[in-house]
């Protein structure tokens, strides 16, 4: 993939200014960018992460939970006042696709993660589930059912809300022998019957590529949109699409206008993460931090929406 997209030039320009204003995002209800760890292909460890999110201009960055609650919640909130950034999501910590014994493990640990999320005011976790398994639908579905249902009960104690992302692509759709949840509207509703704190994980590029609308965003509402991650697709016929292919927002075809405009239409106000896989691995991740923010605004003005 080239990287004529977008220029240096252009990458300055389009940042002049910007973390000043980014910085304040939220402060009006508008949404705001936050800097995903995939961006930069995971080379930066917590806290330089949230250093070099703020250094780059973004006003949110995701968290890392296992360097920031060893770290604590009192230093984690320095760190994040200190940088003048918002926590934008953590990721669900427990194994939820094995055995019932790692699962219980895992969930016994819930509890601890959920009260750190909420005491640095990220009460946001998410979680992908894979759209095809060597399990039968239904029989998965019960097993899922179960567990996100025990899952959002402890983190419902502490006003901590589950995201759960569908993945459209048809590349999951056919990696294991049955097919499961991949269309927003079935996910939605599997989310629905695990809780009245879960939700979706919006993610444009499965969002995209699972044929969903923004209509199917309106239908969801802010309530149930937990987070959103934000990139975009090269124009490819199904069977040749790779999830770690991905393009910077605005290069590829995703309607991206149309998805911004329909979130701010529901009031959404949280962050937008530039989880964007393969595209920027061989630059600086300061470099890629920049270039993923200065595309993410270019698709913001265009869209007419305000990042803050």
């Known amino acids: 993939m080239s990287d004529s997209f977008l220029s240096r030039r252009a990458v300055l320009k389009a940042l002049i200014g910007a973390p000043a204003l980014l910085r304040a995002a939220g402060s009006h209800g508008n949404m705001y960018l936050a800097l995903n760890s995939v961006l930069v292909s995971g080379r930066v460890p917590w806290p330089d992460f949230a250093r070099l999110a703020a250094k780059t201009g973004y006003p949110g960055t995701d968290i890392m939970l296992g360097p920031a609650m060893r770290a604590g919640a009192a230093q984690t909130n320095d760190l994040l ?3 003048q950034i918002k926590p934008a999501a953590i990721d669900f910590p427990v194994e939820f696709r094995k055995d019932d014994a790692t699962f219980e493990a895992g969930l016994a640990k819930l509890d601890g993660a959920a009260s750190f999320a909420a005491a640095i ?9 894979i759209s095809s ?3 039968q639908k239904e029989e998965l579905r019960k097993i899922y059912k179960r567990r996100f249902t025990a899952s959002a009960e402890i983190l419902a104690k502490h006003n901590v809300r589950l995201g759960l992302e569908f993945l459209g692509p048809l590349q ?3 990696m294991f022998r049955y097919e499961f949840i991949w269309r927003m509207n079935d996910m939605l509703e599997f989310a629905k019957e695990c809780g009245p704190n879960v939700g979706l994980l919006l993610d444009s590029w499965h969002w995209h590529h699972a044929g969903a609308t923004t ?3 309106v239908h969801a509402g802010r309530e149930r949109i937990v987070h959103v991650h934000f990139n975009d697709a090269p124009n490819l ?3 040749q699409i790779r999830d770690d292919e991905r393009l910077l927002p605005g290069e590829g075809v995703i309607n991206l206008v149309g998805f911004l405009r329909a979130l701010r239409s529901i009031g959404y106000h949280d962050a937008l993460s530039v989880e964007v896989f393969g595209r920027l691995k061989n630059v600086p991740p300061e470099e890629a931090a920049r270039r993923g923010l200065a595309a993410s605004l270019g698709v913001f003005h265009k869209a007419g929406v305000p990042e803050g």
């Open 81 to 83: 006042h200190q940088l």
């Open 237 to 239: 016929p199904p069977e």
């Open 172 to 174: 999951f759709r056919k």
């Open 215 to 217: 209509q199917d965003i």
């Open 121 to 129: 005011q990220c009460p946001r976790m998410v979680t992908y589930i």
């Open 133 to 135: 398994s060597n399990t």
